[in-house]
């Protein structure tokens, strides 16, 4: 896709991402459409001075100026507000115990992000800044994910902290040039996705999805029935130490294959099993389907800038036949470069055109639609964003709040290179304490096999 400028002087639509949550799940909120983190600031942190270097930010990043106007027509309008409209607030926490005013910190920000946002007025960002030490703050970001992506909280932290050293002024920050901005990449994927362009994308998806859909189905349950009750967030993790890490990227180098291709494949041989055990047949438990998500930014000049670049994608691989636990990570590997070689095509577009019924259905989850699907994501695990200064040490942390997995079940797993944590996600009104637990050692055992002996059967791995 050829990066091309917006005309600025015209009205401007919103990508077609943004469209299926405007259409289907504006006034819907959900935790999963929110982006939240922190960071934690060690030194003289002037909170006037932040809040000036906030609105330098909105000046620099034209995506957290856009509001989305509710209209008659079927069509999304963007509108821009004032530079120095912000939503930053101040507060203090501080007690003699640093712990609990750090938690407590944590909680304010938590809570800022279950109070929904006004897609239509904005701002669709929110930066609270709180003392809980005499020489320490706790910064929080609460974004509604319509305007950015993962990807892009790294960027706004790197900047913001930048213009706050800068003294706010983008023109005179260490910042690099922005080329394009995501309105930019907005107009230029409605001009490129059309003609040939579009039939080419389309028809490899058309292909790929064939009898599964855009949204598949885990066809996993809970032998003993859902538990019901409220949505509540259960995680369980396990740490893949230096030792088993060590083996196990062993065995990915010599077959070929990323880390990240045995741990989807790994994800889809656990699954495979458990469909096994609920009475599914072979063809049927061997055709596995899951969500993740593309970083869609294909183009160095999108690097630093600020928008809702990711896709979500279906990842659909075929186990019969008995493979080796390494042939399936080959197929794995194959799955993955085909989605990034078409990820282009943006999951809601793909969605409206081929499997009409499930468009938007990922945002009316909250209605209790939709079927029970399989979310997987591999990201970095290495040391957190971290920025020094003159004047400040600043280091990002997580902010523990109950964002129940949109499809039931999220496998996350945090790739350090030299060790890894795996983390499963589910939502307790679907699935038991119990059930999770044996899930998530299946999963570490096809791990712990895949490193020991890459070339045993699926039928061979214990479970």
Not at 57 to 86: I, M, N, Q, S, Y
Not at 169 to 190: G, K, M, N, V
Not at 400 to 414: A, K, Y
Not at 425 to 439: L, V
């Amino acid at each position: 896709m050829k990066l091309l400028p917006a005309d600025r002087s015209g009205p401007r639509l919103a990508s077609f991402t943004q469209e299926e949550r405007l259409t289907h799940g504006r006034d819907i909120h959900l935790m999963n459409n929110v982006l939240v983190f922190g960071c934690q600031v060690e030194g003289d942190l002037e909170p006037c001075r932040l809040r000036d270097a906030l609105i330098g930010l909105r000046r620099r990043h034209e995506a957290l100026r856009w509001v989305f106007p509710k209209t008659g027509t079927g069509a999304h309008p963007v509108d821009l507000r004032a530079v120095d409209e912000v939503d930053f607030q101040e507060f203090s926490t501080e007690t003699d115990d640093a712990d609990e005013a750090m938690d407590t910190a944590k909680q304010l920000i938590a809570d800022a992000a279950a109070v929904p946002f006004d897609l239509s007025q904005g701002p669709l960002i929110r930066v609270l800044c709180i003392r809980t030490a005499p020489a320490r703050h706790l910064v929080g970001f609460v974004i509604d994910h319509v305007i950015a992506d993962g990807a892009s909280c790294q960027i706004l932290a790197d900047d913001l902290f930048t213009l706050y050293a800068s003294g706010s002024t983008p023109a005179h920050a260490e910042l690099p040039p922005l080329p394009f901005q995501f309105s930019d990449f907005a107009f230029s994927e409605r001009q490129f996705l059309r003609g040939d362009e579009l039939d080419r994308l389309m028809k490899y998806w058309r292909r790929k999805l064939a009898g599964v859909g855009t949204v598949p189905a885990s066809l996993l349950t809970d032998p003993d029935g859902p538990p019901g009750g409220q949505p509540r967030l259960r995680v369980g993790r396990f740490t893949l130490e230096r030792p088993l890490y060590a083996e196990f990227a062993r065995a990915a180098r010599q077959h070929r294959v990323t880390p990240s291709a045995v741990f989807a494949a790994a994800l889809k041989i656990t699954m495979r099993h458990w469909r096994r055990r609920l009475g599914a047949s072979e063809d049927i438990a061997s055709d596995v389907a899951i969500m993740g998500s593309l970083a869609n930014r294909n183009h160095q000049e999108l690097e630093r800038a600020v928008g809702y670049f990711a896709t979500p994608c279906v990842l659909r691989t075929d186990l019969s036949g008995a493979p080796t636990l390494a042939e399936a990570a080959q197929r794995e590997s194959r799955t993955i470069f085909g989605a990034l070689r078409h990820q282009e095509l943006p999951h809601a577009l793909m969605t409206r055109e081929i499997d009409a019924a499930h468009y938007g259905i990922r945002h009316r989850s909250a209605l209790g639609q939709g079927p029970r699907y399989v979310n997987f994501d591999v990201s970095g695990a290495g040391a957190a964003w971290r920025l020094d200064t003159a004047q400040l040490r600043i280091r990002t942390t997580r902010i523990p709040r109950n964002e129940v997995p949109r499809g039931g079940i999220r496998m996350l797993v945090r790739d350090a290179g030299d060790t890894a944590l795996v983390e499963l996600r589910t939502d307790t009104r679907e699935y038991s304490e119990g059930w999770a637990e044996r899930f998530l050692q299946d999963y570490v055992d096809v791990l712990r096999q895949f490193a020991a002996d890459p070339g045993v059967s699926l039928e061979q791995v214990p479970h």
